[in-house]
């Protein structure tokens, strides 16, 4: 997999589809973890699992990679039954990441990303290239970071070889439970920020557990927010679940704010006008801006209106009047 240039988006041909099909645990003592749980996750999409404790999103994340076996139903990516495959080498298609990364401390950082690899037999040379590789895609210079050992590394940089080791393999899929929760804030949002630039090179299938709905609007395609046993409430895009959240259950989950959540997820080119007269002095925001982008610009600046512009040129205005007669704006 080249490492795209600047600008340059890589579309994985190994992306693939996941399909959970009434899939269920229930434990020996009769504890329902998971009853009867759908899900399509499209090729190269990003979905988000949240709920409250106990509504199964790390429990249906393990069943994926057979971690933990199903007690029913049927999943399958690509097509195939991943119970019909050797869990050994199912999980060898596909990538892990976990809270606390559970990097081989004996090893330093270019032979832990290389792990899958050196398993599935591949030369020594292609190993240190592949990890090479994924290390500058992750962010991090080979030649400096490549022989430290996990201890030297700040908890970010050890998030960042976790999933830099993920991909190594060209895994067909991601799953990704809590991956950023064991971070400070900062370096959470700087590292959320860096991994929808990785997604948007590498473009592949995630499923991504997380318990803050501030994350599951950042990053996922499409989110399924569950309820006690792994029952789905809904499952729509982060714009459709803060506007029209399907129940009252999930109106409360989201919170009453998702209002200005919605902010962050909406696009200036929904509700930009034609530019009326010369922008003068008029602040402005970047045509990939939100809503909320937008407004905080207006607030910083004391203005009512800013100027979108794409490469340079205005290209249309929003109004603070248009932010909060449009419906991500009103009040929950």
């Known amino acids: 997999m080249p490492v795209p240039r600047t600008g340059e988006t890589y579309v994985d041909a190994t992306a693939a589809s996941i399909t959970l099909a009434d899939v269920g645990k229930v434990y020996p003592d009769g504890t329902v973890a998971v009853d009867k749980f759908s899900l399509e996750v499209g090729a190269g999409e990003l979905a988000v699992l ?19 076996e199903p007690t029913r139903g049927t999943i399958t990516i690509d097509g195939r039954d991943v119970l019909k495959q050797d869990p050994v080498q199912l999980r060898r298609q596909i990538g892990y990441v976990i809270q606390n990364v559970g990097l081989f401390p004996h090893q330093n950082v270019r032979a832990n990303v290389g792990t899958v690899a050196r398993l599935l037999g591949w030369d020594r040379k292609r190993v240190n290239s ?25 908890g970010g940089q050890r998030q960042r070889v976790g999933v830099a080791r993920a991909l190594a393999a060209d895994p067909l899929v991601l799953l990704m439970d809590e991956p950023f929760s064991a971070v400070d804030p900062i370096v959470r949002a700087r590292l959320q920020e860096e991994f929808l630039r990785l997604q948007a090179a590498v473009r592949k299938t995630i499923v991504l557990v997380t318990h803050d709905i501030d994350e599951a609007v950042r990053m996922g395609d499409r989110i399924a927010v569950l309820a006690e046993g792994g029952r789905l409430l809904q499952y729509a895009t982060p714009a459709e679940l803060l506007s029209r959240p399907a129940s009252t259950e999930v109106r409360d989950f989201v919170g009453t704010d998702r209002g200005i959540r919605r902010l962050a997820v909406t696009p200036v080119r929904d509700v930009m006008t034609a530019v009326e007269g010369p922008t003068g002095d008029l602040p402005t925001v970047d045509a990939s801006a939100t809503l909320h982008d937008a407004l905080a610009m207006m607030l910083t600046e004391n203005a009512t209106t800013v100027v979108v512009t794409e490469a340079g040129r205005p290209i249309g205005q929003v109004t603070r009047t248009a932010v909060f007669e449009t419906p991500a704006g009103t009040a929950a």
């Not at 949240?50 to 057979?66: F, P, Q, V, W, Y």
């Open 50 to 68: 949240i709920g409250a404790s106990g509504s199964g999103k790390s429990t249906i994340l393990r069943m994926i990679n057979r971690l933990i």
């Open 130 to 154: 592949r990890a090479d590789e994924l290390l500058e895609l992750v962010g991090l210079d080979p030649a400096r970071y490549g022989k430290r050992f996990p201890h030297e590394l700040s």
